[in-house]
């Protein structure tokens, strides 16, 4: 496959018409930071995967990959300069060579395909709104006829030229390096082993000749039984090897079975985490969202409890708040009211009448003791007629005790009120200051709630609750096939336990089988000299099956250790090892190595799956384009050039995006496309427009200089 023509028009930093011709062996596509490289990049997974990696909404100094459906992709430029109610198109168009898609095999059938995708954009109050979605068309022309592929083939068809299990091979950002393959998991490594080869053709053969090895030895054992008297213990142990072969038959039938499935909910799954990209936003969106009516309804209720504290303590008490001049001016009055008390009193003893009380003068008259100076009194002593003559003062001063006893709490209250009213004065500017700093919260969170409908370019709050309950919904199908998932693996093992069980008992019932018939009974029945061929021709398989993935590992390694030792200039510490997974180890001891620098690992991952690729074609004649943005970001400048020199003579085609070729000028710069046989160089310069006007995003966009 070769991508001929790329057609970019009004998409992120590329303004009106911008064309990319590239062709067989190595393209390069050197840009500074935010040169346009990685928006050349979104623009094939904008078109063929309708996802693209940019900015993350929660943290702009990372990436993700994003479902571009409702991505704005249009230049800033072009929507500043549009007119309200303006309609504005963004396209991209991707002009490939390739194998005719209805070929089950290859066979140099090639043909020119065009990808086609655009977007429709409306201007209104200043506003970019989606007028119509990204739609893409794919046609071809084949013995002059143009054909267009139906929508419901797309999918099938992308699949199809881009296989999921290598297409992160061919695909990639030097960011996401990292991500390019996972052989922790056993189906990595078999998935893009059967596309890169014809390796399932081995497994299938095994497994027709092993239903024919089962089939043949059942049809000998009737003949068998036919010719023979057998007791009724020779007739069980016949019978019974029939059973365990169609037993171990139909286990394993039951185990591609589980097999195929597992495989097609683990391409549901990962269909399922690509839809994600495109929702997983309105999950955390909903979430912050739901925290901020949260803290909104927490605050108001905090608002209205300070408030209405604030009503009871004013009728109670805060009323009184700034009374204390007032008060300590009523000192004057109290005392007049004190001398009005005493004149009222009837009798001329200095002391209150309050003291002592009457309930205490009448107890020392009934015990005849001053309870005072503790001497005894005697009833009719001076002394005893004091005491009656108090308690008679009692009698004649009760409205004066009365008006004595509210004298004594009106000072007392008095008292009270000025020790209070310290408090008041606290206690009411607490109160207020604790409800305008949550007042001052409530509002910023009602800004930043606001700020994060803006922030998200989300105009109708009910998109969030939709997406999110649409994240959700995708959320709980992953975690229902992630279930099924698991439950299929567990059933798989069951499986394996089963057969292997079987296949033992099978083993012992063949042994005793010996004992009875021999193998010159059987020579007269025709089927006995087939079935020797049959098996010879089972065990030759099996023996072939294993060496054919030996083999292929073997050349995998092999192309592996071969390109990681060219991206690395030779200077490599140990080799690739792939097994379970994959690898550095040292040539001589053969043990893992740790502590490898970035590049080194970088280096790793681009050798094992460019040797996939690699290999892909000397197998299959089925070659696929590399396409990479930034991949040597972790190398130095010299690991840099050898990786990109060595990488022409590694595929039909690659088109390399970089910052790392920006010091080549000049001369270098040629001698380099000549060393490293560049067939295309395109520079991009993201500059202004109008050269005196403002230094701003709307007055930019990227510029192509076509060095070859």
Known sequence: MIINKVEINNFFCYVEENVFDFDKGLNII???????????????????FNNIYIDKESDTTKKEWKNASKTNVLPDYIIDKAENGSVLKASVKITLTAEFHENEEAKNDLV????????LYRKTDN???????PELSIWYVKDGETSFLDKGEHKWFIDKIFPVSIRKFMWFQGETVDELYDFSNPSTLKYAINEISYFPIYENLVNVTKKSVDSISDKIDKEVKKTKKLSDEQEKILSSIEYSRKKVEGLEDKKIEAQNELENIKESIFKEEEKLKGFDKYSDLKSKLTKFEYDIKSTNDKIEALSHFGREKFISKWMLNKCDDLIKAS??????????VKSQQKTENPVPIT???????????NDHICYICEREVEEG?????????RMEDFRNNQIQKILADNLTDLNRAKRNLLSE?????AEVTKNDADIEKLIAFRKKVITQRDNLYTDAGISNPTEISLGSESAEKILNKIRSLNTSKTTIERRLQGYDADINFEERNLEELETK???????????????VEAQKYINIIHKALVELKSEALENLINEITIESNSLYAKYLGGKTQGEIEIDRGVRIIDKQTKKSLSNLNTAELTAQKLAVANAFLSLSAKKMNRSFPLLADAPTSQFDDDNTLSLTENLSNSFDQIIIMSKDYNKLKGAEREQFIKRANICKYYELNNDLIDTSGIDSRTNKKTYINTVK
């Open 513 to 527: 089988k010996a004992t009875f018939i021999t193998v010159q009974e059987g020579n007269e029945i025709s089927e």
């Open 30 to 48: 050197s840009a500074k930071n935010s040169g346009g490289k990685s928006h050349l990049f979104n623009a094939f997974h904008w078109t063929f």
């Open 127 to 133: 506003e970019i709104v989606l007028s119509a979605a």
């Open 381 to 389: 002593s001076p002394a005893y007629h004091a005491l009656e003559s």
């Open 421 to 425: 009213l310290p408090e008041i004065t």
């Open 331 to 340: 000192k004057a009055n109290i005392e007049l009211l004190a001398n009005e």
């Open 112 to 119: 020119e395909y065009h990808f086609d995708k655009e977007v």
């Open 355 to 365: 003291l002592p009380g009457p309930e205490y003068v009448q107890k020392m008259l």
